[in-house]
Nanobody
Framework: QVQLVESGGGLVQAGGSLRLSCAAS?????MGWFRQAPGKEREFVAA????????YYAASVKGRFTISRDNAKNMVYLQMNSLKPEDTAVYYC??????????????????WGQGTQVTVSS
């Protein structure tokens, strides 16, 4: 397992942009971003494979969000554009063990960050 620390959350108006960052303590393989809004279950947002060659997005964010990574810096990013009030949530990054490819299944991931709050005002 690795230690993960998210940053970059904040308050933004609808239509605005934010870039979330996730710093890992060591080498990572498939990575994912998830979010949890108040009173709702944690949901998948985006995932990326070990070298950034494959990505996968939830339908609700496809075309607006972009996941990327810089393995030299042990960083994963989530660029969020055209934000909507329904994107308001705590966003978590997660790391999967080496034997898994990218996945939307939260149970695949065994390391999680503490989360960063994203609030989109209307």
């Amino acid at each position: 397992q690795v230690q993960l620390v998210e940053s970059g959350g904040g308050l933004v108006q609808a239509g605005g942009s934010l870039r979330l960052s996730c710093a890992a303590s060591g080498r990572t393989y498939a990575m994912g971003w998830f979010r949890q809004a108040p009173g709702k279950e944690r949901e998948f947002v985006a995932a990326i494979n070990w070298n950034g060659g494959s990505t996968y997005y939830a339908a609700s964010v496809k075309g607006r969000f972009t996941i990327s990574r810089d393995n030299a810096k042990n960083m994963v990013y989530l660029q969020m554009n055209s934000l909507k009030p329904e994107d308001t949530a705590v966003y978590y990054c997660a790391a999967a063990p080496v034997q898994y490819g990218l996945s939307a299944n939260a149970r695949v991931y065994d390391s999680w960050g503490q989360g960063t709050q994203v609030t989109v005002s209307s």
